[in-house]
């Protein structure tokens, strides 16, 4: 058990309900600590929680599971949840030029006729040379739009690269560093598996992650930890070894605090930041997303995932769930997300859901010019502003340390993600580090001339 001086259990408060915040309290409960969580909606998950389809539950935003992601199927064994892991072989489509094509094997990708021989030839040497690399911190000096076409060439570039990149982060995309797209290539390519001809295989947790997200709530109760829904903190500080949270009219004090909501409202509620540490959390582009969500009578194609190749398109590709999970899932439904990743001030999040629609639709009918409105059972949009920052050009020099300045005060959370995508695996892996963070001895002692407060607008 993890003590203080008086021999006292380690008191540690967690912001933030979502996979990391709970995932961290997990762990510390195990270790011995007393854990308070204050999740500011009604309902625990953050981006990955789970909403009422009607017929049935499911993610409100889609997720898989790579057989690569370690820290995630520890977490997942250590709920006792393995024998609920489902493993699928699964394909992928490619639009362009107007036609849906598969790219699910070596032979589909000789097929492709966008693209001429010497084109094919130096795509799968350039992947090839990317998966090779160990460490992305050097592709941070270079802009992903410049190694794109250095390493694939100006023709690869324009017919799928730039449109993919344009789809994954908008008008961001001239910012974004070589090792967002190195990450996003090498975590794809450990989807595949050696022993069957490269067939893709992700995986998913029967339930989806309401099952994951019950089990932690029950373990964490369980431990006698403490969850507190509808709890938006409004302040934070630290004074006399301790740190204060003001959080339903009350002021509470506790040993350390894991703060996994994002950056500026971090800094808004805690006025004892300093200033080097304020700008850093001020730095980061943040991509918000916004989806719709088709519940359908029929399936719309063989692929798990649709990559667009059309900069046009107003969304980021096409992800039908049910060609990854079984539809004993989705009692008999079709799931599909039709996601768009934009910036926090996208016009996009006020326009209405008919609007959005409108839309989607008309471009969804490009794709699948088969498909019809009476196929649609249930439509639902949802928006979430602050998801996953833009890798800028050396992001690992931005990236807000966990260890904030203010003592016993911890951040955890996107952000801090390097050479990586977002992905709950990732955000695991920060939820460990965090807590190991916050058992230490100290935390956040700091050079006194770092710690002058800033002024937080």
Known sequence: MILKSNREPLEVAILGGGITGLTSAFYLLRAGARVTLFEAQPQMGGLATYF???????????????????????????????????????????????????MSSSLDFLRFRPLGLWQKARLAAGILYACRIKDGRTLEAELATQWLTRVF???????????????????????????????????????????????????????????????????????????????PVRQISAEGGGVDLEVNGQRLRFDRVIA???????????????????????????????????????????????????????????????????????????????????????????????????????????VIPDFQDRDVEKRFTFRERFVQPVPTLHYSDIVPEMETGVEGLILANTTQIINSTLNNNAMVKIARQAVETALKPSVNKCAETENAPATVA
């Not at 090498?186 to 598996?193: H, I, K, M, N, V």
């Not at 947790?205 to 431990?223: C, D, I, K, P």
């Open 153 to 231: 060439g100006e023709k690869n570039y324009q017919k799928m690269w730039g449109p993919l990149l344009k789809c994954k982060l908008g008008g961001c995309r001239e910012q974004a560093s070589a090792a967002f797209i190195w990450a996003t290539i090498t975590r794809l390519y450990s989807t595949r598996d050696k022993s069957s001809s490269q067939q893709e295989r992700l995986g998913y947790v029967q339930g989806g992650y309401r099952t994951v997200f019950n089990r932690l709530l029950e373990a964490v109760e369980g431990m006698g930890g403490s969850l507190v829904t509808s709890a």
């Open 260 to 366: 996994t909501i994002p950056n500026r409202p971090l800094a808004a509620i805690t006025p004892g930041l300093n200033a080097h540490y304020v700008q850093k959390l001020n730095a980061v582009t943040y991509l918000g997303i916004v989806c719709v969500v088709l519940v359908l009578k029929r399936r719309l194609s063989p692929f798990y995932v649709t990559n667009l190749a059309h900069e046009d398109v107003p969304f980021t590709g096409i992800i039908e769930m049910t060609n990854l999970i079984s539809t004993e899932e989705t009692q008999g439904r079709h799931l599909v997300y039709l996601p768009k990743y934009t910036s926090p001030g996208d016009p996009l999040f006020e326009a209405g859901d008919d609007a959005i629609w409108a839309q989607f639709r008309e471009h969804l009918l490009r």
């Open 52 to 102: 009422d389809f009607g017929a049935f539950w499911w993610d409100k935003f889609y997720h898989c599971i790579l057989t690569s992601d370690g820290p995630l199927l520890q977490l997942i064994d250590d709920l006792g949840l393995t024998s609920k892991l489902r493993w699928t072989p699964t394909k992928v489509g490619f639009f362009a030029d107007e036609k849906l094509y598969s």
